[in-house]
């Protein structure tokens, strides 16, 4: 079916049960029936003195106004009315597959000779509006710009022209469904030179634009290796991308957890964890970890991204000095998901069991981690959930002192279920 053909259905009390059309007047009986004025009153004057729906005889035959449904309606139909209106805008400036090929023509030969973009914003829109129709659409336009240099002029306008925020704005979105379509930023000349242009961007663009560019970076590191090792040489992405997980009045947390989405497929190359460590990644997440309250998606990211850094000793040693970090990441260890607590367990196994830090260790004793775990032991965990908790329990009953912290401050009466 095509975009503009819009089928509306009618909610069923909105129409009038003797018309069956929409309600104009809305009026109720003594029955509490509600009849459109018209209709009824035609019922009525025939003679009648029952209720058409119920067939009960009224005891008054006086129509009561109902308010709340006439506006319920008029709501509706407004709301129709403006749908049917941005179909036929749709509609008119929808263009063809000729228009597409000749728009991409004209864009190409222009820049040949002006090498600006700025008398072509129109065309942008229109084929950007164009390939966002349908995955069809993007498959077309896609296909015809494989044909010309479209694609590399976009990328050579991004790489030539950052500060031009206006019309790197308009470019993006559709540089991102192309990239995408093409499937490597590799195969792309200058594809190493674009990358001080997405960090431009990411840090001076428009909430919009940080988005649609963190979407394409999100693009660029899970699919492509080679630009993946390349990005990973540059200090400056990782603080622009933790710069999104900063809480304050413009935090987004779509943004953020794009972002941190990027820097998991970042921190999959061992050498880029101690970067990470470095930019202060296990400040800025975990500090946005244990003051927000965030969706389940995004705290399952930044749990596993944490999980990474815990694998190298710079990270460890950040994270045992984090207290509030560690403690926010056992009060993720139940009732997030399954990824959240496989992530979590792993990170307090690393830190108590792995490095045996007893800053670690207290910070779980003193959250009621070890109530936590015990109930995760009772729970429906994997084997490999199920044996790191057992380890934990282990450590904290060594550890006198992460005992006493325990004792002191969750008394439990299911001892009966430790395995030693």
Known sequence: MRKDDLYVTVPSFFRCPISLDVMKSPVSLCTGVTYDRSSIQRWLDSGNN????TMQVLQTKDLVPNYTLQRLIQIWSESVRAQ???????RVNSV?????RELIKQFVNEFRVHSELEVNSDRLSKLLGFSEESAENLRFVASVAAESD??????????HNPKNLKVVEKIVPLWKMLLVERGSLSKI??????YPAIIFALRNGSSKL???MSKALEFITSTDSEAKSSLSENSDLYSVLLSFSTINTDWNPDLMEVSVSCLISLAMLRKNRVKLVKAGAVKSVGKALSTTEMGTGLTDKVLRLLELISTCKEGRLELCNDGDCVQAIVKKVLKVSNEATEHAVTILWSLCCLFRDHRAQESVAKSNGMAKILLLLQSNCSPAVRQMAADLLKV?????????????SYDTKTTHIMPF
């Open 210 to 212: 940080k988005m649609e």
């Open 50 to 53: 029952t209720c058409p729906a």
């Open 84 to 90: 049917r209106s941005d179909t036929e805008s749709n």
């Open 189 to 194: 000349g200058k594809a190493n030179d674009i």
């Open 96 to 100: 063809s597959h000729d228009q597409v």
């Open 150 to 159: 479209f694609l590399a002029i976009l990328t050579s306008f991004l790489v």
């Open 396 to 408: 904290f009953r060594v550890n006198s002192k992460a005992v006493s912290c325990l004792s002191t």
